[in-house]
């Protein structure tokens, strides 16, 4: 008998639950959306050049990176370091960044890969190159350094290496057969090279070695600048083909706009610049012929 109650029971529970699937199963499905589906947000990558290691370069460059993805609505700005400057070439000539802050040799190859240069950094009088010896190094003259060890940060640093470079090749001095070069991957490393005693000598550009002066007095009381080069162009501001204008416009405004607030004041003053300033491909020719004479005088560069 209490078996049959509960059948009985079981029977009537089924043909509710089966009513009230039916009925459900008439309704329209409507999906509920957030605001933020709606609205979604896409992520651009910004490319810097390894002015620094990658860690001082997150330092220095990450909050005008949030800055940018916190002013331009449904935009999101990631910065992207690179351990060296072969890996970063990589990235950009296969079209890695969306916007990026090449040297100026490789914001003039970047043209080739699809880029455009829309900025740049302004102050090119800080952009030369310095050759770094120790004081107690008995470098006196371009040609002391025959037969020695010279650190460079990468063969495609344009500052720091190719503007040296021609340098050391227009005092006498062959560059590829008089001095053992040595690439050592960042501008810090270069210096610290010749702070070592592994190099006598060591090239870089003006604001790393600033920055890393202040942080390390004594490398000051070691070494000094012995050679300066002639300025060139500073480094250029690129943006790929098939981002909108809309959007090169936003971030370029923004940019230019830093040296006009204290909270940009602040961010440019560590990376020892005064301000970003407008730029485009015809900007650079000057570069292009510079590389035209370095490639003919010094070394093959591509």
Not at 175 to 183: A, G, P, Q
Request: proline share 5%; charged share 25%; hydrophobic share 40%.
């Amino acid at each position: 008998m209490a078996k049959s109650i509960y059948f009985i029971l079981f029977l009537i529970w089924s043909l509710f639950i089966g009513i009230s699937c039916n009925n459900n199963a008439t309704e329209e499905y409507r999906p509920t959306f957030s605001e933020k589906e709606f609205n979604k947000t896409k992520e651009y990558i910004f490319g810097v050049h390894p002015l620094h290691n990658p860690k001082r370069l997150q330092e220095i460059f990450g909050p005008i990176i949030d800055y940018l993805t916190d002013e331009i609505p449904n935009a999101s700005f990631r910065l992207e370091a690179s351990r060296n400057y072969a890996a970063y070439d990589k990235k950009l000539y296969e079209g890695k960044f969306h916007f990026a802050l090449p040297n100026p040799y490789q914001t003039v190859n970047s043209l080739k890969f699809g880029y455009r240069v829309f900025g740049k950094m302004g102050d090119d009088e800080n952009f030369c190159g310095i050759i770094i010896v120790r004081k107690d190094g008995n470098i006196r003259e371009v040609k002391d350094l025959k037969g020695k060890a010279v650190s460079f940060p990468a063969p495609t640093a344009l500052a720091a290496t190719m503007m040296p470079q021609y340098y050391m090749q227009s005092y006498g001095l062959n560059v590829m057969k008089d001095i053992e070069i040595k690439y050592v991957g960042s501008q810090e490393s270069s210096i610290m090279n010749v702070y070592l005693g592994n190099t006598v000598a060591g090239s870089s550009w003006p604001p790393p070695w600033r920055a890393l002066i202040k942080e390390r007095p004594e490398l000051a009381e070691a070494l000094e600048i012995k050679w300066t080069t002639e300025p060139l162009l500073n480094n250029g501001l690129v943006v790929r083909a098939d981002i909108p204008d809309e959007l090169v416009k936003q971030v370029a405004d923004i940019l230019f706009s830093l040296h006009k607030h204290e909270k940009g004041k602040r961010w440019l003053k560590r990376m020892e610049l005064s301000k970003f300033e407008q730029a485009d491909n015809q900007t650079y020719e000057i570069v292009h012929e510079f590389l035209k004479k370095f490639n003919s005088e010094v070394r093959k560069i591509d």
